[in-house]
């Protein structure tokens, strides 16, 4: 019950419950569009080039930024790309998964646009509050996000270029933003190499995604890799071009004078082939398997490289 000018107005339980379920559904889909389950690699990223900085133990500041970081380029930055993704591939996702939000019609253009809108301008605000490199890095990110998904460009139409879009703005971009956040712009030569050589490898990551919607991207003239190779040549290119990157990461890092750190990547490399070697018999029913076993160790591998061989040669 409520007072509006001396009267009594009372509202009905079941009138705010349903409005206060209505918000708490709209919330659910705008997060659901916002893919939550691919927020991890960016944000896994961001804290390696911190680490790499050689500055995460400058508490509290580092703690802070660090975590600003990781909200920027998973929650909001990726959330953000995920939406525009998932927008203009609502056509394909009506045949691979039609039951997702937006092609099913539970998430309209109206709250597509609301999300995407506070999603970019808490983005940029976190960007330039984290400094102008990683302002610029952001900026870097969007095009490339823009440039993977929206007509007329929509590199996501090959394999190899689409591929290589979004893992280094996975993957390379976060890392660099990492460590400039920490380092107030300054970005040292061997945390460059490792976020080049770290995406390179990324690129057979991004790969792996692709096998579970060969069906619908033959139908749209979508040519990823598997779609291009087949599925097992797909799946053995997936492999060896992680395989390079981490045994340059290894080489890098001898070379520096880090044998321990590059000894131990070797062995977590070794540890991913058998991995391999299982996932390529059935790259496609066994996507998610390898997603959490031999990509887990490549990316246990990156915060090795930051801390073992980044950190410790900061400067160079």
Request: hydrophobic share 55%; charged share 10%; aromatic share 6%.
């Amino acid at each position: 019950m409520a007072k509006l000018g001396g009267a009594q107005i009372e509202v009905p339980v079941a009138v705010v419950s349903a409005s206060s379920g209505a918000i708490a559904q709209k919330i659910r889909l705008s997060i659901a569009i916002m893919d939550p389950v691919t927020w991890f690699a960016p944000m896994w990223a961001f804290l390696c080039g911190a680490a790499a900085s050689g500055h995460l133990g400058d508490w509290p500041v580092s703690l802070a930024r660090t975590a600003a970081g990781m909200l920027m380029a998973g929650p909001v930055l990726l959330g953000l790309s995920q939406i525009i993704n998932n927008y203009c591939d609502r056509d394909v996702d009506a045949i691979n998964e039609p039951n997702r939000p937006i092609p099913s019609g539970r998430v309209t253009m109206v709250q597509v646009s609301v999300t995407a809108l506070v999603l970019l301008a808490v983005g940029i605000a976190l960007a330039f509050a984290l400094g102008r490199t990683v302002a610029i890095l952001v900026g870097i990110g969007l095009l490339l996000a823009a440039s993977y998904s929206i007509h007329p460009l929509r590199f996501k139409r090959n394999g190899w270029l689409g591929n290589g879009t979004v893992s280094f703005a996975y993957e390379g971009l976060p890392w660099l933003a990492g460590t400039a956040a920490l380092s107030h712009g300054d970005i040292g030569r061997v945390s460059i190499i490792l976020a080049l050589l770290y995406s390179i490898g990324a690129h057979g990551i991004m790969t792996v995604n692709d096998f579970k919607s060969v069906e619908g991207d033959i139908r749209e003239g979508i040519r990823t890799l598997p779609v291009m190779l087949g599925e097992r040549n797909a799946a053995l290119y997936c492999c060896a071009i992680m395989n390079v990157a981490q045994i340059c990461v290894v080489v890098l890092a001898i070379t520096n004078g880090r044998p321990l750190a590059g000894m131990l990547i070797l062995l977590l490399t070794i540890a991913q082939w058998p991995t391999q070697l299982i996932w390529m018999r059935q790259p496609k029913e066994k996507a998610q398997w390898y997603n959490g076993t031999g990509i887990m160790l490549y990316v246990v591998g990156m915060l090795v490289a930051a801390f073992g061989i980044a950190a410790p040669l900061v400067g160079r």
